[in-house]
């Protein structure tokens, strides 16, 4: 599916400048991510990747669009995720869908490349021609018939884009054969908060990648007592609630990366221990594996 995008012209209600919008040939895969991400198949954070590298790489020209400094938005409002979706199908014009796109950079949901620095983006993010080169992947699944094949291929493929994502915008944390990448509390799956009833809750999502091995290489979590995982405040250590290691463990084999989560909270037994906040104290995410260990910063207050 591809569309062109010409003269298109909106109103930035920034002063009383009229300003336009253009294109060049937009790839497939933009519209696609459209549609997957309205249907619920892909992650908001893809489809703004998509987006952000749409506008980067000049194939959309978005009029200069002042962010607020007064939002407090989180996340991206319905109204934009149905946009897309319409926008995928042909139901909205290309200039109603920059208008939401515009909403999204005012917001700060979506950053434009001046606001980003050459040093982050030279440090943290791949090149664009990976990103379009693991789309072209994605693509190439829709070509096969096999319904069971064609979702495995579909599914390793996201993977490998989720990967991309958040290898740029993560902290790094090299460990033995195996690294470690945490986005930090904001980015999908990290969160923290206090319960009406006083419970804190808190949300881990990280990515590991065997980097350093020609063999397989395990994460061990069995249970709350023996996990080489926890958060600690350098007085207590807490044990999870929930985790996401199949059979206690998490497999890697050479260059191969996963996801895993973590959840810590109330207290579900089995050595466990329910995770307290004290606004005083730091918290950092222990890891104690046979190949090393480190402490990863949550910066919780």
Known sequence: MKATIIAISTILLVGSITSFATAQEVPAWVKNNAGWWADGTISETEFVSGIQ??????????????VSTETTQQGIPAWVKNNAGWWADGTITD?????????????????????STSSQQESN????????????ELDKCAEITKA????????A????????????????????????????????????????????????????ENTGSTQNEAL?????????????????VFKYSQMDFTSGQLVLK????????????????????????????????????????????????
């Open 148 to 155: 069971y094949d064609r979702l495995n291929c579909e599914r």
């Open 157 to 208: 493929a996201k993977h490998e884009i989720t990967a991309y994502q958040i290898k740029g915008n993560s902290q790094v944390f090299p460990i033995g054969p195996v690294t470690y990448y945490w986005p930090g509390l904001g980015s999908e799956g990290n969160s923290f908060e206090i319960t009406s009833s006083g419970q804190a809750l808190l949300s881990l999502r990280i990515l590991v």
């Open 53 to 66: 590298h749409l506008i980067k790489e000049g194939i959309l020209i978005v009029p200069p669009t002042t």
């Open 95 to 115: 200039g109603e869908f920059v208008n939401g796109i515009q909403h999204l950079i005012k917001t700060g949901i979506v950053n434009t490349p001046s606001q």
């Open 254 to 301: 050479p260059g191969e990366s996963k996801i895993f989560n973590m959840m810590f909270g109330p207290n579900i037994g089995g050595g466990g221990t329910t995770f307290e906040y004290d606004s005083g104290k730091d918290y950092y995410f222990q890891i104690n594996e046979s190949f090393g260990s480190a402490s990863i910063p949550l910066n919780l207050g």
């Open 125 to 136: 993010t791949p090149s664009d021609s990976e990103l379009v080169a693991l789309q072209a």
């Open 220 to 236: 061990f979590c069995t249970g709350p007592a023996i996990c080489n995982y926890d958060i600690t405040n350098g007085d207590k």
